[in-house]
């Protein structure tokens, strides 16, 4: 990821020196900084957008009215205009600080932003229950981790869509990366929902439930190779490293979440039990008989 990031169009560094030999840090460009924000906070809310969509179809169907409760909860979802007002501070704020740096507060500022919003929605309790309370909120840390990795694929994509050469290859291997990143999350839903049970009961695995699995890992797996490949085209290295590691991690999760779970190592059939001497049970206390 840093290489990715190391690669694509920076700023001036403010503590390089110029061709002239001067040292004086060059003039903060609004304009440019904007788009890059703009270019930031779209890709955040983009990939939301068609990850809850992916969520949708797989576990409602796009044409079930339950379905329209997730897409409207994350339209008005206080976790993301959070991290969009961090952002903009770090982005407008930190006018000196390189792109890299700048990037890398974002992405820490995607927990922050749910603590600081779980911390308002709490001030009720607050008193009684005190800041550990909003510390052990369960709910909490697993949406601070959804909008982390949400945040590290938007940087991915954003690195590769303002590089330097703006390579058509370049964006396309970021936008397939960051696809194969929400697919993988899917995939870890998927698994999730098939297995989760109420009090001990045996989890049943529907054939919808199978068919969407393939679908959804045949999808994974071509967003990640697609990546790889127009990372290669695009000729830049630090894309290439990330789509590679991100792919690999992404190939595992993929094998590991499998919906039934013994899709790739099946268990062996149980063989017969033959009994000897071709004995069988004729009536209750015949010694032939299981228990006498």
Do not use: K
Not at 80 to 97: E, N
Not at 118 to 137: C, D, I, K, Q
Request: proline share 7%.
């Amino acid at each position: 990821m840093s290489e990715a990031l190391s690669d694509a169009h920076h700023e001036p560094d403010p503590g390089a020196p110029s061709d002239s030999g001067a040292t004086d840090h060059p003039a903060f460009d609004a304009r440019a900084r904007a788009v890059e924000t703009l270019v930031l906070v779209a890709s955040v809310a983009v990939l939301r957008l068609v990850g809850v969509l992916l969520l949708v179809a797989s576990s409602y169907g796009l044409g079930s009215f339950d379905a329209w409760f997730p897409l409207l909860a994350m339209v008005a979802d206080p976790n993301l205009l959070v991290w969009i007002a961090l952002t903009a501070a770090v982005q407008f704020g930190l006018r000196s600080m390189r792109r890299p740096g700048r990037w890398a507060l974002i992405v820490l500022a995607a927990p922050v932003a749910v603590l600081i919003a779980t911390a308002v929605r709490s001030l009720p309790g607050l008193a009684g229950a005190g800041f550990a309370g909003v510390l052990g909120n369960g709910v909490a840390w697993i949406d601070a981790g959804i909008l982390t990795l949400v945040v590290l694929l938007a940087v991915a994509f954003s690195a590769a869509f303002l590089g330097r050469e703006r390579r058509r290859s370049a964006r396309i291997a970021g936008g397939l990366l960051a696809l194969g990143g929400l697919l993988t999350l899917v995939l870890v839903w998927q698994a999730f929902m098939a297995y989760f049970t109420l009090f001990g009961s045996e989890p049943v695995i529907t054939p919808a439930q199978e068919d969407v699995y393939l679908v959804t890992a045949a999808l994974t797996l071509a967003a990640f190779v697609g990546a790889v490949v127009f990372a290669a085209v695009s000729g830049r290295r630090g894309l290439i490293i990330t789509s590679c590691i991100v792919g690999c991690l992404g190939l595992i999760i993929t094998f590991a979440v499998p919906v039934p779970a013994d899709r790739f190592f099946p268990e062996p059939t149980p063989e017969p039990v033959e009994r000897g001497g071709g004995s069988t049970c004729m009536s209750p206390g015949d010694p032939h008989c299981i228990g006498g």
